[in-house]
């Protein structure tokens, strides 16, 4: 039986083997052995990335060929310049700590796992509005091999509100071929499976995103300065307020000198609407149209038996996320059993009307709107339907989850006669007509009028109601 324990020094110390492609060089090691172990230790490079190591194998008749490296590296840009891993320059800034493992084996391409908190590693998604401070710390998980074209087959990474777990495929002369995360996960706003496809070097990568959530009311789309690449955009829900929802969403995008695109989609599960999304003061602007409007207001909750109608919808950013100024114009709608609207007709006792409304409907020819819409309400700030039998206008506010409302507005009779002298009212209202206020919900209205109003010429109308509600620029 024979016992040993020895140690050594190696200098000068250079490899191509151990990790097939990449030259391993060190100055200084220490060689370490006894019956059952032998390692060797110290710093080196692995092409440009310096990392302090421990080789180590078991010794003796029954040892396995395998060996390990455990080593502590440095990651940022030069990390992911050494290994060809071709993300656009800003991605990564900085550099932090990370713990690598790798198996050898004989004849088999190096296996990989490398940890990370992200201490002093920037990170940025321009594309999805994502970025991570150097000083902010996270949780970093890859797993792999290593060979001429390095495969990540896990890639985890949760921080500064970033959730994603995914696999990573490398282009066999560099650079990023696709990412593909099963699920990402982002600040609350987004849950959706992610695909990032290379398009070559200098090239920013295209995004697709196929099913899953987004949530307008809370997204934080971060600027990407006019870069990115095209995005294919499927999701099954897109939450634009509380009450509202786009479903089916489908549109093709470009973030290239703003987010830019065209997209269709069902008003919460409903009527269909196509859109266009522009660039506008660092946000999107958003056209929406419909040739059933009728449609899209039942959908929405605000008229249940609305029908027909050409519907065009502007929704200009301002404020924060989810604020928009909107200019609604509809031509042609045609609306019938609406509780709120019988309530008012019958309270001026107009029975033709009235009789109209529950058989074959009211046509306004126009409807006109101006209004704020935030995460939580509708800011109606001035309304107005016009047909043959009816003009109307109103304003005031809607909460969209409750469906609670607080409206007043006047309402005009015969308006093809009455709104001869329109010109002196606002639009909408006729020489004659009746104050009145909707208060409650939808489903619940409670309808005042004021019958004196009626004797007061429209231009003068202003001293029986409050003035339109306001909004800050």
């Known amino acids: 039986e024979l016992t040993f324990g020895f140690g050594a020094t190696l200098t000068d110390v250079a490899s191509s083997v151990i990790v097939p492609g990449r030259s391993m060089t060190a100055s200084r090691l220490t060689v370490s052995a006894n019956p059952d172990r032998m390692s060797i230790s110290g710093p080196l490079r692995l092409g440009q990335v310096p990392m302090d190591v421990t080789w180590a194998r078991a010794l003796g008749r029954d040892a396995s060929p395998n060996s390990r490296v455990d080593a502590a590296v440095t990651l940022g840009q030069s990390f992911l310049d050494e290994f060809n891993i071709g993300l656009p320059r800003g991605t990564v800034s900085g550099s932090g700590g990370a713990d690598l493992r790798i198996d050898l084996a004989p004849d088999t391409a190096p296996a990989f796992r490398l940890t990370s908190n992200l201490s002093g590693i920037g990170l940025a998604l321009p594309a999805l509005g994502w970025s991570k401070r150097q000083a902010s710390s996270g949780t970093l998980l890859v797993s792999g091999s290593l060979g001429a074209v390095p495969r990540i087959d896990r890639l985890s990474v949760d921080a500064a509100g970033l959730n994603a777990e995914g696999a990573i495929t490398l282009a066999a002369g560099g650079g990023l071929e696709r990412a593909r995360f099963s699920r990402v996960r982002l600040g609350g706003w ?258 005042g009028v004021n019958p004196l109003s009626a004797l007061t010429p429209g231009m003068f109308r202003e001293i029986f109601r409050r003035p339109p509600p306001e909004v800050s620029q």
């Not at 409903?270 to 059933?292: F, K, L, M």
């Open 190 to 447: 987004l849950d959706a499976p992610v695909i990032l496809q290379g398009r070559g070097r200098g090239q920013s990568v295209g995004v697709v995103i196929d099913g899953g959530t987004l949530d307008l009311r809370r997204a934080n789309f971060g600027d990407s300065g006019g870069q990115g690449g095209p995005m294919q955009i499927a999701l099954d829900r897109l939450q634009v307020s509380d009450g509202i929802a786009l479903n089916g969403f489908a549109g093709e995008f470009s973030a290239e000198g703003g987010f830019s695109g065209r997209f269709s989609a069902t008003v919460n599960g409903g009527a269909t609407v196509q859109g266009t999304v522009v660039p506008q003061d660092g946000r999107s602007a958003v056209r929406i149209v419909s040739e059933n409007a009728g449609g899209v207001f039942a959908s929405a909750g605000f008229l249940q038996n609305a029908s027909g109608g050409a519907m065009d919808l502007r929704l200009l950013p301002t404020g924060g996320e989810g604020v928009y100024d909107g200019i609604l114009q509809v031509t042609n709608l045609q609306v019938r059993d609406a509780p709120a609207l019988a309530s008012l007709l019958n309270a001026i006792s107009v029975i033709g009307l009235l009789q109209q409304l529950g058989g074959q409907g009211l046509q306004f020819t126009n409807v006109d709107a101006r209004f704020r819409l935030t995460p939580d309400r509708i800011v109606l700030l001035q309304s107005s339907a016009v047909g043959p039998g009816l003009g109307i206008s109103l304003d005031g506010i809607y909460q969209l989850a409750s469906k609670a409302m607080d409206f007043q507005g006047v309402v005009s009779p015969l308006y093809f006669l009455n709104g001869i002298a329109s010109f002196l009212t606002r639009r909408g209202e006729g020489l004659i007509g009746f104050n009145f206020t909707l208060r409650g919900t939808s489903e619940n209205v409670q309808v």
